[in-house]
C-alpha cells in the first residue's frame, strides 16, 4: 500500500494538543517502514531528525524484554516498530550493533554482533534521532515510502495521548511543547 493517510468509517480522532496557546504545526518528513507492522505511526508519536538525512522519524527507542544470555543475534524488545535494517542500536551502555533484520510481528531485533542484554535495558538508535523534536498529529501510512505529516511543533501537547514519550523525551522538547493532562 502506499504511503499516506487512511480512511477509516470509525473516528481514530484524538485531541494531541491544545488550543490555550496557538499551536505551530509542520509537515516534517518521516522515514519509511519505521510504523508498526502495517505501515502506521499514530498520532501522538515523537520523532526525531537523522543526522545524517534531515528525515524525520518516530524516535527509535525501546527496551529489552527478556534477558539474553549467552551472547545472541536475536534480542526480544517491547517494541520493534521504530527501528529498520540498518540502523545502529546501542543495548544499554554496550557498543554499537547493526540490525539486520526487524520482527515487528515478534517484537525481535536481529543484530551484530551477537549481544547479551538483560531485562529492560535500553535499546536506542545511534543515528541522531533519539531527541525528540516533534509530535505527530495524525495517524499516518509510512509502509512503502517516506511521507510528510503534519507534526506540532510548539504548543501544549496532552501527555496522556503521546504514545512514545518518556521523561527524556519530555525534557527535550521543553521550552517548545508544554504537557498537560488530558483533559
Known sequence: MAAGYRKTDESEFVKIYSLEH???????EILADTGDSDGLIPAGTVVGMTTATGVFRPVPYTTVSEEVSPAS????????DPFVVGDSV?????????????????NTLT????STASEDDD???QDGSATGYAITVQQVDVEDE????????????YR????????????????????NNAI
Not at 543475534?73 to 520493534?80: E, G
Not at 550493533?97 to 515487528?104: F, I, R, S
Open 22 to 28: 496557538p499551536p505551530v504545526i509542520r509537515s516534517l
Open 73 to 80: 543475534n536475536t534480542i526480544p524488545v517491547a517494541s520493534a
Open 160 to 179: 496522556d495521548y503521546i504514545d512514545n514519550i518518556t521523561d527524556d523525551l519530555e525534557a527535550d522538547l521543553i521550552g517548545r511543547i508544554w504537557f
Open 123 to 125: 535499546v536506542e538508535g
Open 111 to 114: 543484530v551484530t554482533p551477537a
Open 146 to 157: 517516506a511521507d510528510a505529516v503534519p507534526c506540532l511543533m510548539h504548543g501544549i501537547a
Open 90 to 106: 546501542k543495548i544499554g551502555s554496550g557498543s554499537a550493533l547493526a540490525v539486520t533484520a526487524v520482527n515487528k510481528t515478534l
